[in-house]
């Protein structure tokens, strides 16, 4: 079980928004290159970064504090989303030395993109399905699609996406624990990797997501809660590798 912290940039600086409302964040950072330093230094294997400007607008906002972490961190894979909507922003990130670029907004829009793009940079792109009541949001959770979750996750998945990152949008930001029965049924309707997202708040979340790795939830993503302290991040990789292993014996 990958943890991976986020990072999502507003204005240039590093914040948390409560169920995706920009009205509503938390500033924790002004500098978001200490905070990928922080959570490196702390033994992330993988970094999640979301431009919340480019979700809102529709393109590359924050790419420049983007490209800043990633040259420094050139061995951590990183995933970044928020406002890629063509192939030149793909290219840009990729050059840069992002691993993964999440598509959200425009994959829910123009699935005939994702096909494409899973053709010119395949291993290299992941969706971001933010789920509310089974239904995908979309435009930085503003709108809810009339799309299903789980039909639109198997298409994808035969345009050879490297993974979906399922958001539960009325969890995410609140502190309110992850909810595991969602995205194990999710899950086990896929047969790639699904990242969980939104809600983990302790160890105990960890220890949830961990018994359920086998149904296909590999890694998670942990936002406010590392960063107001609840969860430390090294503490709670120690312990989702020492079950991952014991699960394996």
């Given at each position: 079980m990958l943890l991976i912290p986020a990072i999502d940039l507003k204005d240039g600086?590093?914040?948390r928004l409560k169920q995706g409302r920009m009205d509503d964040d938390t500033v924790y950072s002004d500098d978001p290159l200490a905070v990928a330093s922080r959570w490196v230094e702390a033994g992330a294997r993988r970094l999640h970064i979301?431009?919340?400007d480019g979700a809102a607008t529709g393109r590359p906002a924050n790419s420049g504090a983007i490209h800043a972490i990633a040259e420094r961190f050139p061995d951590v894979p990183i995933q970044v989303g928020g406002g890629i909507r063509d192939e030149d922003s793909i290219q840009e990130y990729l050059d840069a030395g992002v691993r993964y670029v999440i598509l959200g907004t425009k994959a829910v829009t123009a699935p005939h993109f994702v096909s494409d793009v899973c053709?010119?940079?395949?291993g290299h792109i992941i969706i971001g399905l933010d789920v509310r009541e089974g239904k995908?949001?979309?435009?930085?959770?503003s709108k809810l699609s009339r799309h299903d979750a789980v039909d639109l996750a198997q298409h994808f998945?035969?345009?050879?996406?490297?993974?979906?990152v399922f958001t539960d949008?009325?969890?995410?930001?609140m502190m309110d624990g992850?909810?595991?029965e969602a995205t194990v049924a999710f899950a086990q309707e896929l047969s790639i990797p699904v990242i969980a997202s939104g809600g983990i708040t302790n160890l105990d979340d960890i220890r949830a997501l961990c018994?359920?790795?086998?149904?296909?939830?590999?890694?998670?993503?942990?936002g406010r809660a590392i960063y107001e302290g609840m969860l430390d991040l090294g503490e709670a990789q120690t312990l989702a590798d020492k079950l991952s292993e014991s699960g394996n014996e």
């Open positions: 600086k590093c914040v979301v431009d919340l053709l010119e940079f395949p995908v949001a979309i435009e930085g959770w998945e035969q345009d050879g996406v490297a993974a979906i949008i009325t969890r995410d930001g992850l909810n595991i018994a359920v790795e086998s149904e296909g939830v590999t890694a998670a993503i942990t």
